[in-house]
């Protein structure tokens, strides 16, 4: 299944599945029996994604698609998690547990929304990653029962304000800015996927491709993180833990490659999708909303 979280035309959020057979993709809307509307993690959280009931179905050009998960309980980072990226920063060489930091909801942006350049900085950088949302709360969590508790995966542009994320040891402030997160468009579920080791994480800007790197990659891998993420902190439906970018960042260009007003940043992971957004600047935002 493919699930998304989506604007209905007359505004509602909702949530639905892709149906794609046919050739012709549509969305399914899923309801409660009782034809309430629910969300993704409200699904997980009561385990009854699978019984949901089918209401209107729509075409992708009436619905605005939203982030995949718009109200994450977490949201939860992996820094320097391929050795390629490791070696063009020249951090994290011999660590023995990986690098955390988080991400709030507000900076979630879904599929087809611009990816906000701030007023604070022009440093504005890539990162084409693999996220996965938890389908069940859980704490300390094996590392062989670990893909018993992802509910499936989606593509994630960690888009980093270089300089702001460098001012100190910590990456908070580089990784929070508004409208800086994109995430979706879909939630592919495991059976989707034939095969995730061999699935590429691909960012593309402006037809150019600048990172390209399989997930069998990871430095820590998918079971791990899971364990070591839910020793420190509950693992709950819903949240989601995004596992690094490859090599091939603009900050580690020369010259470097910042993204900008007009751009165009793709992230596709194979049989996972394409997650496609545009970059702004915060003064057009900021000058839409004052007309």
Partial sequence: MKYLSFLRPDGQPTMGRLDDAGGTDKVIELLLENNELTNIK?????????????????????ISFLPLIPNPGKIICVGLNYKSHREETGLGKGSTYPVIFTRFNETLVAQGDPIIQPLASSKLDYEGELALVISKSGRAIPEQDAFDYIAGYSCFNDASVRDWQRHASQYTPGKNFPATGGFGPYLVTPDEISNLQDQHVTTILNNEKVQDQPISDLIFPIPYLINYISS????????????????????????????????????????????????????????????
């Fill in 42 to 62: 409200a699904a997980l959280t009561d385990n009854n994604i699978a019984q949901l009931t089918e209401g209107a179905s729509y075409s992708l050009d009436q």
């Fill in 232 to 291: 420190f902190t509950p693992l709950q439906a819903g949240d989601v833990i995004v596992t690094g970018t490859p090599g091939g960042v603009g900050a580690a260009r020369t010259p470097s490659l910042w993204m900008k007003p007009g751009d165009t940043v793709e992230v596709t992971i194979g049989q996972i999708g394409s997650l496609i957004n545009t970059v702004i600047a915060e003064t057009q935002l900021l000058e839409t909303n004052i007309g």
